[in-house]
């Protein structure tokens, strides 16, 4: 998950800057309520499943289209420069606007191709909305800018986990509850956003995607170990996050009540915003590629081990659930930090779109394979497993740039 970040690294916060915090306090509420609209149909995937009559194949695709949507949407923005064509905060008010719409028409209830079409355009509408974000905060901040960088994408991750948390209160109620509910929190951030969210003192130039660079930037052997240790990182976390509502129900199926499954998902996705923050602060004082490898090898261990826990004691599941949870996202604003720091200047823009494109093109795929090994396992105990080897290869990747001459240039010589 990348942000836009092309300042420069060596300028200092100046003073006068005092109102920096709570702007982004602001900020983090806005994209936790605009994001709920990610998987709020995942939140509801076995009430949809059954109320239209779903394949799993369909149902992986809900979640999908929101993945394919966000792809295509931040990398048309790059390619005409969306974000300095419309100020910030106008841009990311209309997207929440336009995500909260989109969102709400699933209660229409309109055929499977429709409903993965509104998916779709909600993935496009919050591509407007988080590398912004991203961009905004970074306006500032310098010093702590791990920091805040951390907890935008905490926001980004509690409100990913508000649905299941929507879907556990609202557990006697109809599902449309939780659909309406999300988009009147993204219609919340619309407003946050537009009267709220204003840049900071130190603004970024240009950062567009140019094809004519995509050479350069796979030739680059530091920025080709960052982007392994990016994938690693993306093989893993979206389908965590999308599949691990059905896992816990039925490891607890028969131990504990259905809506317990959703509360649990909700606490482990949304332990991230402390993995986040703990990933920020940790590598503006330790490096970015000793806290990114460190937090992926707890994360495949958790993907190794939780299906162990699978008929075990359910508080064991649990807590590896939480634990993986903190770990599996925070090193997620690390991998584009450092293509900001190790990409030439002249096109980090296309390193950065290049970067988050394969990713997320990647969560495509192991989305959409994970039902298909729960399928032919006949259980779903041990579909995570086969999500342990990103973390692990990526791992492996940044310790690799730890012992590149480049990595100096990590974090202010913090490697």
Not at 164 to 178: C, G, K, N, S
Not at 303 to 332: N, Q, R
Request: aromatic letters at 10%; a positive charge.
């Amino acid at each position: 998950m990348p942000d836009i970040d092309t300042g420069d690294p060596h300028a200092v916060d100046r003073p006068a800057n005092t109102n920096r915090w709570s702007v982004l306090i602001i900020l983090c509420i806005s994209v936790v309520l605009s994001m709920t609209t990610w998987f709020s149909a995942t939140a509801v995937t076995p009430e949809l499943k059954a109320a239209w009559q779903l394949s799993d194949s369909t149902v992986a695709w809900l979640t999908n289209g929101v993945q394919i949507g966000f792809v295509t949407g931040a990398l048309l923005a790059s390619l005409v420069n969306l974000p300095d064509i419309i100020r910030l905060n106008r841009l990311m008010a209309a997207a929440s606007v336009l995500a909260a719409g989109v969102n709400v028409l699933l209660l229409l209830e309109p055929s499977p191709i429709g409903a993965i079409a509104c998916r779709f355009a909600t993935g496009m509408a919050l591509a407007a909305v988080y590398p912004p974000a991203m961009k905004l905060v970074s306006t500032w901040f310098v010093r702590n800018r791990g920091f805040a960088l951390g907890a935008v994408v905490g926001a980004l991750t509690l409100g990913s986990s508000m649905p299941h948390l929507f879907r556990t209160i609202t557990e006697h109620i109809d599902w449309q509850l939780v659909i309406g509910l999300s988009s009147a929190a993204s219609l919340i951030a619309g407003l946050c956003f537009l009267l709220f969210a204003r840049e900071g003192r130190y603004p970024f130039g240009k950062a567009v995607f140019d094809p004519r660079q995509i050479g350069r930037v796979l030739r680059d052997r530091d920025l080709f170990l960052v982007n392994v240790g990016y994938f690693g990182h993306m093989w893993e976390l979206y389908a965590m996050w999308a599949w691990l509502l059905i896992f816990m129900r039925t490891a607890a199926e028969g131990t504990l009540p259905p809506n317990m499954a959703s509360l649990i998902t909700f606490v482990a996705i949304a332990a991230g915003l402390f993995g986040c923050v703990a990933g920020g602060l940790l590598s503006d004082r330790f490096g970015r590629t000793a806290t990114t490898a460190g937090l992926m090898i707890v994360s495949g261990l958790c993907a190794l081990l939780i299906g162990f826990a699978f008929s075990g004691p359910i508080w064991l599941t649990i807590l590896i659930a939480i634990v993986w949870g903190m770990a599996i996202v925070g090193d997620s604003p690390l991998f584009s930090a450092a293509v900001t720091e190790l990409a030439d200047r002249d096109f980090v823009g296309t390193a950065l779109s290049l970067q988050m494109g394969l990713g997320f093109a990647l969560t495509v795929f192991v989305i959409w394979l994970m039902p298909h090994i729960a399928a032919w396992l006949g259980s779903w105990q041990w579909p995570f497993v086969i999500l342990a080897p990103g973390p692990f290869i990526g791992a492996w990747a940044m310790m690799a740039l730890r012992r590149s001459p480049a990595a100096v240039r990590l974090a202010g010589g913090r490697r």
